[in-house]
């Protein structure tokens, strides 16, 4: 990396460090618009299997859908404009677009200004600029086409990968908040200094504000920071080793079968059952299977949790896991 991100804490900062409890809709799309129009020797491999699948499912109209985010917010850009992850899609998606679509002009007008310092900008986003309501309004339904159509029938991998993060930051705090910090994948704490590789130098003084620090599962480079100092300071940052299952140990396979001791070893981190199949690529019927019979064995719990029921290691099974 060319530069280096640098977030300036306070004593005050410390009070208002936030950890985001879900996966954001919003910067999840823009993100895995990135992971599908980069080059495929630059996604990692635990995305290629999400890439070729959204591939699969890209039609004509969806194609355009993604130039048009892409003009916005190409994967190679130092920057692109703040306006399109509003702090409201913490709420979800639809606060998310219902924040996006609401975009003042002078705010459009600003950040496209920014944006075309880095860059040239296609000729349409003069109109944007411009503070054309209808041609936002088609970047906020091509946001909501693209996470309902390419990310939503895998969000219970992300949003499994994301709480299995957050597990382990809140973990990490057991030794503090310093402690938390300088666990983060991809970044260095030095008190009062936390920095990571970035596409450039970029500063970031928090001034008594706070941070709200979002675990992405599709964030495959840098971190991604927030850029305009008048807005809460966000970073959103890449997952360490998540999307692809470890191979079971040696032991397993003969006393509980290859498949169920894949099933047991993924669930080193709590995971749904469609989360499960996505991530082993089985059978949701074939993954209900084996996790009734661990279940039944007591190596593995499970919990309901709204639409989800959600399935963690026991005990024994932990201890079945490292034997």
């Keep these: 990396m060319a530069g280096t991100l640098r977030i300036h804490f306070s004593d005050r900062d410390f009070l208002h460090v936030q950890f985001a409890k879900s996966p954001d809709p919003i910067w999840e799309a823009i993100l895995a618009l990135h992971v599908l129009t980069s080059p495929e020797p630059r996604v990692p491999v635990r995305l290629r299997p ?3 699948r959204a591939r699969h499912r890209t039609g004509t109209e969806l ?30 998606l639809a606060a998310g677009l219902d924040a996006l679509r609401a975009t003042s002009a002078a705010r459009l007008a600003g ?8 860059r040239n900008l296609p000729a349409w986003t003069r109109r944007l600029a411009a503070g054309d309501r209808g041609l936002l309004g088609q970047v906020a339904d091509a946001v909501r086409d693209f996470h309902t159509r390419l990310i939503f029938p895998d969000w219970g991998e992300v949003h499994s990968a994301v709480a299995a993060e957050r597990a382990l930051r809140l973990d990490a705090l057991d030794g503090g908040l310093g402690a938390l910090l300088a666990s983060l994948p991809a970044f260095t704490w030095q008190d009062p200094v936390l920095s990571a590789p970035y596409p450039h130098d970029h500063v970031l003084r928090l001034r008594g504000r706070g941070l709200r620090l979002i675990p992405s599962y599709f964030c495959h480079t840098t971190p991604v920071a927030i850029v305009d100092p008048r807005l809460p300071p966000v970073v959103v940052y890449p997952l360490p080793h998540c999307g692809s299952a470890p191979a079971p140990a040696p032991h397993l396979a003969p006393l509980l079968g290859a498949n169920r001791a894949r099933v047991l070893t993924a669930l080193e981190n709590t995971a749904t059952t469609g989360a499960l199949a996505a991530r082993l690529s089985m059978p949701d019927s074939s993954v209900s299977g084996h996790l009734k019979i661990l279940r039944e064995a007591g190596l593995i719990e499970s919990s309901r949790s709204g639409q989800q029921v959600h399935h963690r290691l026991t005990g024994r099974g932990r201890a079945l896991l490292g034997a």
């Excluded at 003009?71 to 899609?89: H, I, K, R």
């Excluded at 950040?111 to 880095?118: D, F, I, P, Q, S």
């Design 111 to 118: 950040e496209l200004r920014v944006a075309a310092h880095h």
């Design 63 to 92: 194609r355009r859908t993604c130039r048009l985010l892409a003009d916005l917010a190409p994967p190679d850009a130092a920057y692109w404009p703040d306006f399109l992850t509003p702090v409201e899609s913490e709420d979800g």
């Design 50 to 52: 999400w890439r070729r």
